[in-house]
């Protein structure tokens, strides 16, 4: 993957009330494909470890490969809809998910370039699963609340028909650059090993360096995490990204200091400083591991919404943001730098519930802790 260390200044079109601009310097930026939109979608999930993997492709083979986003999304939901059917309603069903349902799905289906499978029909430009996401719902609730009959075998077909109406059918064969593929030979062609790639997170409820399911709700698949220290959970970040690996993040966006309108996430020490941090350097909280504990056992950390790091810079005052390629378009009256965020090291360290990177990108001290 081609690495990029600039030194030159630029300003980020952040303006406050308060009249002054942060100046950023970046430091690491690794190659990605362009920041697109996920509509009116809650599959940021895919989205994101799609981007992620593009990246990895980049690094792996050079080549500039756009990955179907939807093709992922196609074949995830029929195992959502049996997990929630299945366990008879007491699950949730929803359209989130996480980093590793992509990998999961990858393993078992492959990879398909978006002009393979768009996921839209002739007539649609953007994605909207309103409808969709509706007609899903009320079909597994249905299945569930049946009571005094049996659950009829076609339930399975009747989900998988919905979804090759509103996204269509999953292809088995496809020409790509001349050459025909299946979605199995196609991922193998990307390079793209499934059982490359883990999930860390940090949480003291669990003990350091064990592998663990953490309960959250959109972890509807049970996919485990390997956990650590919380500053060694950073430092893997840094150490990757300076190794040249991206990262698929998973991270709490509620709060009011995440803003994709300004372009700028940050942890104020004092909460007076919620609207002055958008377009100031203003000091931030210290985060330790407990306080880190007691903010996702109180439900302020929630797992919201999966993005892509793709870098590193810093301001004029020294202080490291992560470059994180967002999925909400590059809309200027929606959104700042072309639709990445600059995100401190204390909004990281206190929100981001878990990254997913390829196990080369991790440090050997760590591998060893953690016994890989």
């Not at 790091?309 to 929606?334: A, C, F, H, L, P």
Request: with cysteine; charged share 25%.
């Amino acid at each position: 993957m081609k690495k990029l260390y600039l030194g030159f200044l630029f300003t980020i079109g952040i303006l406050s009330s308060f009249g002054q601009n942060y100046e950023f310097q970046e430091v690491i930026n690794l190659e990605s494909l362009p920041v697109i939109s996920q509509d009116k979608t809650g599959t940021c999930w895919s989205f994101s470890t799609s981007s992620f993997l593009e990246s990895e492709i980049i690094r792996l083979t050079g080549k500039k490969i756009d990955l179907s986003e939807m093709y992922q999304v196609r074949t995830t939901y029929p195992k959502k809809a049996e997990n929630f059917v299945m366990r008879q309603g007491k699950a949730q069903f929803s359209e989130g998910g996480l980093s590793h349902d992509v990998i999961n799905s990858a393993a078992v289906y492959g990879l398909v370039p978006i002009s393979t499978y768009t996921g839209l029909s002739e007539d649609e430009k953007k994605h909207n699963h309103a409808e969709l996401v509706a007609v899903l719902e009320a079909m597994v609730k249905t299945y569930v609340d049946n009571p005094g009959k049996q659950l009829s075998p076609k339930w399975k077909t009747a989900i998988s028909k919905v979804l090759d109406t509103y996204l269509g059918e999953i292809p088995t064969e496809f020409t790509f650059e001349g050459k025909k593929y299946s979605p199995k030979s196609f991922m193998e062609m990307t390079k793209i090993k499934p059982s490359d790639y883990l999930t860390l997170t940090s949480f003291t409820h669990q003990p350091l360096y064990s592998n663990f399911i953490l309960n959250i709700p959109d972890n509807f698949s049970n996919g485990s995490m390997y956990n650590l220290p919380l500053d060694e959970f950073i430092a893997s970040i840094d150490y990757a990204l300076e190794k040249g690996y991206t990262l698929a993040l998973d991270c709490d966006v509620s709060e009011i200091t995440f803003s994709a309108k300004y372009g700028i996430a940050f942890i104020p020490e004092n909460k007076e400083d919620e609207k002055t941090g958008l377009g100031e350097i203003i000091i931030e909280k210290k985060i330790t591991p407990s306080y880190r504990q007691q903010e996702f056992e109180n439900y302020n950390t929630t797992d919201d919404h999966l993005m892509h790091i793709v870098g590193k810079v810093k301001d004029q005052k020294g202080n490291s943001y992560y470059k994180i390629k967002n999925s909400w378009g590059t809309d200027e009256s929606r959104v700042k730098n072309g639709g990445f965020v600059y995100m401190s090291v204390p909004y990281m360290s206190l929100k981001a519930i878990s990254v997913l990177l390829h196990k080369d990108g991790i440090d050997k001290t760590t591998k060893k802790n953690l016994g890989l």
